[in-house]
């Protein structure tokens, strides 16, 4: 047996490596044998979970790209759910992801101990996201061609800064916010964040505030991801078949009959499937997190959390829901323009209403505690209208260079942003 | 033995993090994780099926959870350790001394 050989088989299977680290950071805080064998391995079987949510997804988003292309004349059209592109992205650059989500926490260590950039990113889904997209824009770089370990390096860089930089972007606003400097904001939607907390001034008064809005209490159904989700796909699924139908098209040839049933359950297949993403995702991240956590207070005890997006919700609820909306109206302009444009400005981006609910209500957070409900409405209008248009450029990008990556992309605007830049470097690189 | 979700829109994010403060807060109690008590995440859509004895949410996603037997607790400061314990403690002992 050679031993070289087998280690790199092992290495290589990227479930195998997170579930190591896992252990490693289980290990290094000490925890009893039970819990370090059952963290490892659970680890192991939420990357493996995850893999297998990807192919529910897979396969229900299939027709809809079919009925775009013959409906509508659109042959690139995206969902932006970051967790399918992970999910998708596993399969060929998987132990590389793996190693620079690890990187990018050390080196998010290093950056908080030793200079004025004392914030430890704690959304670990998002570290992932990250490190997914530096590593897949990368690699289909001929520069990067044969050389992993720049690769590696470099996607770790990328990825630790924006882990810094962006909570540190959104800090004066997250003070307004909350009252205190308990923690800053974690998420990759900062661009729209800061954006609409600084626009917000200019439009409204802080004091005319959403939370003195009532809202119907039915609406309260779309506030659940997968819920809100099967629904819109359906209604996406049922015009868009409803269009064909109108043209004469035979949509049950591509659906099945009773196509309008039958776009029902893809739809609802389609939310099965995140929710079967999302149990993998959770799996490895309640291993690695804590054990992240723990680690950063020892070495950087005096550096700020920066934490997840809905951390801000309970304090502008209202600001959530309108934001949301908003967002939804501006995705939809946005999704108009790229359809009119006919690819000349990036693949055609569907909405997704995880971004629109997680993002365009944050962005209506901060743009409520400055502007009031005319700042929640812009933050959200802009969010839906800037993430849709980065994600299609971002979209066209990564999928005319790999072709496993079709269907899917990137969502929160920060994604875009880097999409956008490393795409352009890319093209210097040729 | 006490059974908490902690939940949140997705659970990935914000509900791990007050499944650390609930872990940490207990256990600075001396109640011991398995033993005496178990925090599971959970995504809005999928928490009514996790039955857990406690749910510990945001005002945002507690409208949502209707119709369970569960207490429901709400946090605002999803980091702030003694909001957690303030809000918590007193409901998780009268739970703990129930299924004693």
Redesign the interface.
């Known amino acids: 047996m050679n031993i070289i050989d087998f280690l790199t088989t092992v290495l290589s299977n990227a479930a195998v490596l997170v579930g190591l680290i896992s252990m490693l950071g289980l290990l290094a805080l000490k925890k009893p044998f039970g819990i370090v064998l059952s963290g490892t391995l659970k680890t192991i079987i939420g990357f493996i979970i995850l893999g297998a949510g990807a192919g529910v997804v897979v396969n229900a988003v299939v027709p809809l790209g079919d009925l775009f292309n013959q409906v509508l004349n659109i042959a690139d059209a995206a969902l932006p759910v970051n967790e399918v592109f992970v999910a998708i992205a596993q399969k060929s650059l998987g132990p590389q992801i793996g190693l620079v989500f690890l990187f990018a926490f050390l080196l998010n260590l290093v950056l908080a101990r030793f200079t004025k950039l004392k914030y430890i990113f704690l959304t670990g889904h998002h570290t992932l996201f990250i490190a997914t997209l530096s590593v897949g824009m990368l690699s289909v770089m001929p520069f990067f061609a044969g050389n992993e370990f720049l690769l590696i390096a470099i996607a770790s860089i990328i990825s630790a800064i924006w882990m810094v930089v962006f909570p540190a972007l959104s800090a004066p606003f997250m003070k307004e916010i909350i009252g205190s400097e308990d923690f800053v904001m974690g998420h990759f939607g900062t661009t729209n964040y800061v954006l609409a907390g600084f626009l917000g001034q200019f439009v409204g008064n802080k004091e005319d505030s959403t939370e003195n809005i009532k809202f119907p209490a039915w609406i309260s159904f779309m506030k659940e991801p997968l819920v809100a989700m099967g629904f819109v796909m359906f209604l996406i699924y049922f015009i868009v078949g409803a269009i064909g139908a109108g043209k004469g098209i035979d949509v049950a040839g591509i659906l099945g009959s009773y196509w309008a049933y039958r776009g029902l359950l893809l739809a609802l297949s389609f939310a099965g499937g995140i929710g079967v993403i999302l149990l993998g995702v959770r799996m490895v991240l309640a291993e690695v997190v804590p054990a992240f956590h723990g680690i950063a207070e020892k070495i950087v005890p005096d550096a700020k959390p920066a934490l997840d997006c809905p951390a801000v919700f309970p304090y502008a609820p209202n600001a959530v829901l309108v934001g949301y909306l908003a967002s939804i109206v501006g995705g939809l302009v946005a999704m108009a323009v790229q359809i009119a444009a006919g690819g000349s400005i990036g693949g055609v981006i569907l909405p997704s209403m995880i971004i629109h609910f997680f993002v365009g209500g944050t962005a209506g957070v901060f743009g409520n505690s400055t502007g009031g409900w005319k700042g929640a409405v812009l933050g959200g209008f802009l969010t839906g209208v800037m993430f849709t248009l980065l994600a299609g450029t971002t979209y066209s990008a990564l999928g005319a260079m790999n072709p496993e990556w079709q269907g899917a992309s990137f969502g929160d605007t920060d994604f875009g942003v880097l999409g956008n830049v490393l795409a352009w470097v890319g093209s210097l690189l040729k | 033995m006490v059974k908490i979700s902690a939940v949140?829109?997705?659970?990935?994010?914000?509900g791990?993090?007050v499944?650390?403060g609930i872990e940490k807060v207990l256990e600075s109690h001396g109640y011991k994780p398995l033993d005496d008590f178990l925090v599971e995440?959970a995504?809005?859509?999928?928490a009514r099926a996790t039955f857990p004895d406690i749910f510990v949410t945001?005002?945002?996603?507690a409208?949502?959870l209707y119709d369970v037997k569960a207490e429901i607790i709400?946090?605002?400061?999803?980091?702030?350790k003694k909001e957690i314990e303030a809000s918590l403690l007193e409901t998780f002992i009268k739970v703990y001394e129930k299924n004693k």
């Open positions: 949140c829109g997705m659970g990935l994010g914000s791990l993090l499944k650390m995440v995504d809005i859509s999928t945001t005002s945002e996603f409208e949502r709400t946090v605002k400061n999803l980091f702030d």
